[in-house]
């Protein structure tokens, strides 16, 4: 009888490694092939699931190639059939700013996309929620216990009244106080949390509490002009605020009612609020991932690039972030702006974040975590060259700084420059406007966001089947060999319609949320 032959998957006829997909790794002596024509390899070591073989034999110094792109370069002879782990491979230096190819690409005109639409609220100041949610926004640490116990009352006894209000979210954190704020980094954890307050899922009612003797005072937070007026509200005066050091507040039953009575007239609002049929042009969607491994890059990602595709030809708006994780894929992404500003842009995050992460004695390096590690992803360049497909394959038309909120008039394909901390990144997406999060993961997270619902595509059919509660598509169906990445893509795509339009995603179902975490580069006092 003819032993078995494995497929490993290859991501480019170049790559010298392929990676092995079978559940439970291959053992010595067993037989891969990448396609029906490649010769067939017999493996000398056993090859963990996730993990790189070499396809021929690779002499020290040779570069390892997986995307066509060095992953590292070889410590010693590696022969053909062996398993090429990380501690065999020397990783590259990042790429410096010099001579970038700067919007090099050809701008091909896409074919629009028309006749998507989802149900969602509409805003008073344009944008589209997807859920219809009341936050209450914090501008100091000080509150938070307050707060919650406030929110928690408000959902027992007020929810239950307004059935068209989703959920009531309590924007807590630990900025405020303590800090330098008048320092040059300040200005993005404070505009990150003015952001998230307005962001389109909590409907443009900004409800503030607030301490009275903090660093952060409301009308610093959230200045005349900078959040939509109610009709009742006169600019000069600043956001409706419940502040704690109010001489009427006698007690603390005192402090409590009046945050739960001051909700009362913004439930009353979002509650007479309905879904309408909007244009899928509405959605904004941040991507991320968190858990990678090396089937990230394989089968969840191209899936995210694809939808990513068919959202910006929509007229939606793409939001791609996790700076070290594209810092390697520089060349790629500076060749792909849509002009040289753009280009500069990009250029401007990176380095800064080069900076960032220099002063603290660290590089890009410091990313990939054991579990990535475990799941076969070398280094960081490996692992970058597998993030950044889910930017799908079009010009990218705008560049974020932490923190920024997208303009109106911001469509398309955007990086917003983030660290890759998965709650930190979610965090910075949602000050940008995000209403819809796409997250993938091949170790597995649990990651969900109480101020908008997640999606989360799980690389592995095996992950998924696991985790069939947590996971809201399986996308290790390619590695199977079971569906396409095109396939995947618009399944992906018609999803997020779905729940954009109130579908609820699993983290959803269980109540499942992080931290809303703010990035503060800015020194604590
Ligand atoms: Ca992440």
Redesign the pocket.
């Known amino acids: 009888m003819l032993a078995p032959l494995f497929p490993v998957i290859a991501m480019h006829e170049a790559d010298n490694v392929a990676i092995v997909v079978t559940d439970g790794g291959l053992k010595s002596g067993d037989i891969v092939h990448k396609n029906a024509l490649a010769e067939p390899v017999t493996l000398v070591n056993a090859v963990p699931q996730g993990h790189k073989v070499a396809l021929v034999d690779i002499s020290a110094g040779q570069i390892v190639l997986r995307y066509n792109v060095s992953i590292g370069v070889a410590k010693e002879n590696i022969a053909a059939g062996s398993w090429v782990h990380e501690r065999l491979l020397a990783m590259p230096a990042a790429r410096n700013f010099e001579n970038l190819p700067m919007a090099t690409a050809k701008k091909e005109p896409f074919k629009k996309l028309e006749g998507f639409t989802f149900q969602g609220y509409r805003n008073s100041d344009g944008s589209v929620g997807t859920r219809n949610i009341l936050a209450v926004t914090t501008t100091v640490q000080c509150v938070a216990g307050v707060v919650e116990l406030a929110v928690q009352k408000i959902k027992e006894e007020l929810l239950p009244l307004y059935p068209h209000v989703d959920d009531v979210v309590g924007i807590e954190h630990t900025y405020g106080c303590g800090v330098a704020i008048d320092a040059p980094d300040a200005i993005i954890p404070i505009r990150t949390l003015r952001n998230i307050s307005l962001n389109p899922n909590f409907g443009n009612e900004v409800f503030v509490v607030s301490l009275g003797c903090e660093k952060l005072p409301p009308l610093r937070l959230l200045p005349p002009g900078s959040f939509p007026l109610l009709s009742t509200q006169n600019e000069s005066e600043g956001p409706h605020t419940v502040c704690l050091q109010d001489a009427h507040h006698v007690g603390f039953m005192s402090m409590l009612e009046n945050i739960v009575q001051s909700a009362k007239p913004h439930l009353e609002r979002l509650n007479a609020r309905r879904r309408e049929t909007v244009p899928a042009s509405e959605l904004v969607v941040g991507v991320?991932?968190?858990g990678s491994d090396a089937f990230s890059g394989v089968t969840a990602n191209p899936i995210v690039g694809f939808a990513s595709d068919l959202l910006v030809r929509s007229g939606a708006t793409v939001m791609f972030s996790?700076n070290t994780e594209v810092r390697d894929a520089i060349e790629q992404l500076t060749h792909r702006a849509q002009s040289i500003d753009v280009a500069n842009s990009i250029v401007r995050e990176l380095s800064w974040y080069d900076q960032y992460l220099e002063r603290g004695h660290a590089d890009r390096s410091a990313n990939t975590t054991p579990g990535n590690k475990a799941g076969g992803l070398s280094n960081i360049v490996e692992k970058a060259m597998g993030s950044i497909v889910k930017s799908g394959s079009l010009p990218i038309q705008h560049v974020l700084s932490p923190g920024e909120k997208l303009k109106s008039n911001q469509k398309g394909l955007v990086f917003a420059a983030t660290p890759?901390?998965?709650f930190i990144?979610g965090t910075l997406q949602l000050a940008a406007g995000m209403n819809v999060h796409v997250f993938t993961t091949g170790r597995g997270t649990p990651y969900g966001l109480q101020a908008c619902p997640v999606v989360k595509l799980a690389t592995r059919t095996d992950l998924a089947k696991r985790w069939h509660d947590l996971m809201d598509l399986n996308a290790g169906r390619v590695a199977d060999g079971d569906i396409t990445i095109e396939e995947g893509g618009w399944e992906l795509f018609k999803l997020l319609l779905n729940v954009a339009s109130g579908q609820k995603t699993w983290a959803e179902h269980w109540k499942l949320h992080n931290a809303m975490v703010l990035f503060n580069p800015a020194p604590i006092t």
């Open positions: 991320q991932c968190g996790e890759a901390s998965d990144c």
